[in-house]
């Protein structure tokens, strides 16, 4: 588990195919090294990966062909910035939100402008999360927790602060490219929970969340 919160952008040493997998070489910039062994989680542009080799300056991991078709990685190139974020600890403070490194798919820039000293991206995700994504709500764009602050449709606008810009690889991006996206956990599993209760179980009860409940619990506008 992570918070979206980046402790330091590194860039890729060496990415090495491995038939329809690949196997990366991380330059771990500033992140501390020093109580990360191997079999933790990197988050490496949103996507969790688990460190199979270690080095003081960096680490090898190496991500499978569903990651790779799911995310940007299939694109990245040896120098490639990264945004990394090593997994929360029980004392860690939830600064962001709560954030898997199970990425859902890939956004598009749309646009980026300046207002004030602040940057705006209008971006688009695939049509089918579009549902997952709420005004105000949490997104995950390339491994950086940010808040939604317009919706249209399926697109979204994000406003990205000048500390988050500098901090992270987002002062970078530019209309046309692409990002690693995920949605808010919490907004998956609600939808799972609730379309159980809809289908046919013989077996199982099916579930007593309804739109209504939700609208009394104050979760519903």
Known sequence: MFT???ESVGHLRKVERRGDDIRLTVASGKLDLSDVKLG???????VC?????LMSDGYVADISAETVTLTGFSHYQVGKAVNLEKAVTPTTRLGGHMVSGHVDGIAHVDDRQFRGQAIEFWL??????????????????????LTVNEVQGHRFRLTIVPHTAGETTLVNLKAGDSVNIEVDL???H???????????????????????????SGFLR
């Open 186 to 188: 919490i907004a998956r």
């Open 49 to 53: 990966l688990t460190v199979v080799e």
């Open 190 to 216: 609600l939808e799972r929970l609730m379309s159980y209760g809809s289908q046919e179980q013989d077996s199982a009860p099916k579930s007593e969340v309804t739109m209504e409940l939700l609208a009394r």
């Open 124 to 145: 688009s995700p695939p049509e089918e999360l579009g549902r997952y994504i709420a005004h105000k709500g949490s997104i995950t764009i390339d491994g950086v927790s």
């Open 40 to 46: 933790d989680s990197i988050a490496t542009n949103g």
């Open 4 to 6: 979206g919160i980046i």
